[in-house]
């Protein structure tokens, strides 16, 4: 089964994402980034729920960046879309842009990079269970019941 390079979550602007100038404050866009990359492995068939709760695993953040282009305002509509960067045994990354979803002008664009690390912090490799759900490719001679 082939799965689906993006994922893309469509909403509003609220105002309370907002400052006083009715701009979405510059830390929201990494939100909905959370968002977006929430989504993509969601449509990818894994919820990062599971992740934590059966695997006993954190998926987190080490690395964020952004290009701010465009403001969106408040009650704007707007598309949140992630799709995989990279990814290898130890490091996934994933890559977004965040759209007007009127005009489809670039608001920001952006990556993530996270590693999973256990519930006491310590980094861990991705279960083998999730090779396909982020791209990695199967190493020879490693059992697929990791």
């Keep these: 089964m082939e799965l689906p390079e993006k994922a893309q ?18 830390a929201n866009y990494l939100a909905w980034f959370e968002m977006a990359r929430t989504e993509l492995c969601a449509v990818r068939g894994v919820r990062y729920r599971d992740i ?19 403001p969106a305002r408040y009650d704007d509509e707007v598309i949140a879309e992630a799709r995989l960067a990279f990814s ?4 996934i990354g994933f890559a977004y842009e965040i759209r007007n979803a009127a005009t489809s002008q670039l608001l920001v664009s952006g990556e ?11 980094p861990a490799r991705v279960p083998r ?13 490693v059992p697929a019941d990791d």
């Design 9 to 26: 979550v469509r909403f509003r602007a609220r105002y309370s994402e907002t400052d006083q100038m009715g701009i979405v404050y510059h």
């Design 52 to 70: 934590e709760e059966q695997d006993h695993l954190l998926l987190t953040v080490v690395e964020a960046h952004c290009r701010y282009v465009a």
């Design 129 to 141: 269970k999730y090779f396909d759900l982020f791209g990695i490719p199967a190493p020879i001679g």
């Design 112 to 122: 993530t990079k996270h590693v999973f690390i256990t519930p006491d912090g310590r």
């Design 88 to 91: 290898h045994s130890r490091m």
